[in-house]
Every structure is written in C-alpha cells, then in structure tokens.
C-alpha cells in the first residue's frame, strides 16, 4: 500500500477563496482523521469519520470549514471562505481501530492564504 | 502584534549517545500512547507504542516507559544517528478515544 495519500502537497490561495483538500486513506482503515499543524496551536485534531461517518468534528474551528466521507478511500476538508490565519499543514490519518492502533500520517498540505 | 509560537522543547545530543526525550500527560483515563517522529516537510510517523498495562517496551534502538503513577512516558534512543533529528510527539488516547498529541520536543544530533 502507498500509505495515506494526500492532495495538493502545496496550495496558495487568495482570502475569499474556496479551498478543498483531498485525502485517500489506506485501504481497509476504518478510522480516518483530519489535523491542523500550526506554530501557534501545534497538532490540533479537527474531526474524525469511523467507516465514513463523521464522529467528532468538535476541533472544526468554524463554519467555514466542512469535511466529508463519500466512500471508504476518499475524504475531503473544505474551508469556504479562506482567511489567512487558516494558513497551516493540514494532515489526513487514518488508522484500523481509533485508540488501540496507530495513525499513519499523509505527507499533508501546506496551505497558504493570502 | 508580533505573534508567539509554541515553545518546542530542544535537546541537543552528541551522534553515538543515548537521548531521552519526556512528555507529561494529564488524562488518567489514557491506555493507549504512542511516540511518532516528525521529519522537516514530512508527516508523523510511528516509532513506537505501549499500552497502560505495560512500563517498558522496547523496539529497534528505541525504548518507551511509562509511570502511570506520575503520568509520565519516556523516549530513549540508544546511539543516536544523525538521521534521528526531528520533532518527536508523545500522543495519548483513552477515554473518549481522541488520539491527543503533546506540544513535541525537537532532538538536533550533533555529528
């Protein structure tokens, strides 16, 4: 397997812009997560989909942000409108069970809102 | 105003020693821990783990402890190699599940 694929590796954006990000986990996971990296915040978890479902989205900073599950090797996180301070790398994960297995990590995508 | 970032811990090792990297949790509920390594530009990715009923594991180069007394967990890397450098992240889940990471400690081998 190539492991947790992620897509764009970079995306510069002008502020008003939609932004979508793309993630395909490694098959046979049921757990997929998104993550932010930033300087300020560090790792910060934003939501998680258990055999597609959204489980937890309280990490969501707004409403602005959105992600979605339509199969089982796909996800997307979409911000709608950008702002520069949602400029960071924003990770896909996926796992086989949440809590008893670990996470393999995408490469992630450096976003840049200007 | 001049934005701060996080203060990332640092350690500083001479290639060939032993490091020793710490990371505190607070949820006494955790039972699962996991030690991942981030390289400049890349993702984490797993080193190691260990479960709550376990105080000692042991891989390739690479221990962990835990003293769930003290809600403690160690990192050791025996004979360190240059390409040991990176930001090093402790991450707990237990509880509610969430899979929670530590702010992370940076380890610069020196050659």
């Known amino acids: 397997d190539a492991g947790v694929i992620q897509s764009p590796r970079h995306e510069v954006t002008e502020m008003g812009q939609e932004v979508t990000l793309r993630c395909k986990p490694i098959s046979g996971h049921d757990y997929l997560f998104w993550y932010r990296q930033t300087m300020m915040r560090g790792l910060e978890l934003l939501i998680y989909?258990?055999?597609?479902?959204?489980?937890?989205d309280s990490g969501m900073p707004e409403d602005r942000f959105s992600a979605k599950m339509p199969n089982a090797s796909f996800s997307t996180l979409k911000i709608q409108p950008s702002e520069p301070r949602d400029s960071a790398v924003y990770f896909c994960a996926s796992s086989l069970r949440q809590g008893v297995t670990e996470a393999f990590f995408g490469q992630g995508t450096r976003l840049t809102v200007v | 105003g001049e934005s701060v970032g996080l203060h990332l811990p640092t350690l500083s090792v001479q290639e060939g020693d032993n490091s020793i990297i710490n990371c505190a949790y607070s949820n006494s509920a955790s039972d699962y821990f996991i030690w991942y390594k981030q390289e400049s530009g890349k993702g984490p990715q797993f080193i190691i783990d260990?479960?709550?009923?376990?105080d000692k594991r042991q891989g390739q180069r690479v221990t962990v402890l835990l003293n769930k007394t003290v809600k403690h967990l160690s990192l050791q890397i025996a004979a360190t190699q240059p390409g040991d450098s990176a930001v090093y992240f402790c991450?707990?889940?237990?509880?509610?599940?969430?899979?929670?990471f530590g702010t992370g400690t940076r380890l610069t081998i020196i050659p």
């Open positions: 260990i479960r709550s009923n376990m």
């Open positions: 989909f258990n055999n597609n479902v959204p489980i937890d």
């Open positions: 991450a707990e889940t237990g509880g509610n599940e969430k899979l929670t």
